[in-house]
């Protein structure tokens, strides 16, 4: 029997899908009635369905929210990043930094780091920030960028790389797609490190909006998962004729499992003769 003048309280879990993790955010709707930014109690829906319908275009409101619940200042108000299987809470927390615009997500090679912008979805579409440089500097990332590039991919299993620059033109690169999917692939060629040698993909594609942040000392290349794929990247230095270098996509050394085979691949004539890792002097320290 419900005792009288006891008000229920009625808890929501919306659960918003991203890459590699599910945002779930738990709100108490009797508590959030009190606040005047937000709608009445009555304008919620009463099945889970209709409240995450509101709190996906909502989402502004939301993430502003869940800012300052991070500072403390809404109690009743939680957002947790849910860890994969394989790590705690606190092994995730450690390598991902949450800002108000985007995600910054370290790698298992030093300084390689996974971007994920924010989106706010309306009826009219949506909108990102893909850069900030104050969001960057506040995960500890200060980089100078000087130039965009952008190149189309026609066919599909097209490679591109493995590519780089050397000193003194060596680059940063921020790489994004804005049209199609890329499986994108570093590998690290700073001899002093204790994963030279060693490599990373991610697929980035125009549908998960993902970047990859490739520092100084890596060697960068992608495949082509989709026709017509549209990347752009920005690099912190200008092009050089005489420091382009680059790494043989299909080293066995590398061990890169490519998603094409080396006959079906389409390559440049110059991508195609790049020397293998143990052929290659040492470049970066």
């Known amino acids: 029997m419900k005792r009288r003048g006891t008000a229920r309280r009625k808890l929501n879990i919306c659960v918003l899908d991203r890459p590699r993790h599910d945002l779930r955010s738990v709100f108490d709707e009797t508590k959030l009635a009190t606040v005047d930014v937000w709608r009445s109690r009555g304008a919620f829906g009463t099945s889970p369905r209709k409240t995450a319908r509101w709190r996906l275009d909502n989402r502004s409101r939301w993430e502003t929210m869940r800012a300052r619940t991070d500072q403390g200042r809404r109690p009743w108000l939680t957002g947790q990043i849910a860890a994969s299987p394989e790590e705690s809470d606190a092994t995730r927390e450690s390598h991902l930094f949450k800002g108000q615009c985007m995600i910054i997500e370290d790698t298992a090679l030093a300084g390689v780091k996974i971007i994920t912008p924010r989106t706010v979805k309306d009826s009219r579409g949506?909108?990102?920030?893909?850069?900030?440089?104050?969001?960057?500097?506040?995960?500890?990332?200060?980089?100078?960028?000087?130039?965009?590039?952008?190149?189309?991919?026609?066919?599909?299993?097209?490679?591109?790389?493995?590519?780089?620059?050397?000193?003194?033109?060596?680059?940063?690169?921020?790489?994004?797609?804005?049209?199609?999917?890329?499986?994108?692939?570093?590998?690290?060629l700073r001899t002093s490190s204790a994963t030279f040698?060693?490599?990373?993909?991610?697929?980035?594609?125009?549908?998960?909006?993902?970047?990859?942040?490739?520092?100084?000392g890596f060697a960068h290349g992608f495949c082509t998962l989709e026709p017509n794929t549209e990347v752009l990247y920005k690099v912190t230095n200008y092009y050089s004729a005489p420091n382009d270098r680059g790494l043989a996509w299909d080293d066995p050394a590398l061990g890169v499992c490519w998603p094409v085979e080396a006959g079906k691949a389409v390559l440049s004539d110059k991508d195609r003769r790049q020397p293998l890792l143990k052929d290659l002097p040492p470049i970066f320290a």
Not at 133 to 155: I, K, W
Not at 197 to 216: C, D, M
């Open 197 to 216: 040698g060693q490599h990373a993909t991610v697929k980035l594609s125009a549908e998960n909006t993902r970047q990859l942040l490739v520092p100084i």
């Open 126 to 188: 949506l909108f990102q920030e893909v850069y900030s440089q104050r969001s960057f500097e506040q995960a500890g990332v200060r980089l100078q960028f000087v130039q965009d590039n952008h190149s189309l991919s026609v066919e599909l299993g097209t490679i591109r790389g493995l590519h780089f620059q050397s000193p003194p033109y060596a680059q940063d690169k921020l790489v994004r797609v804005t049209r199609g999917a890329i499986f994108d692939v570093v590998v690290d």
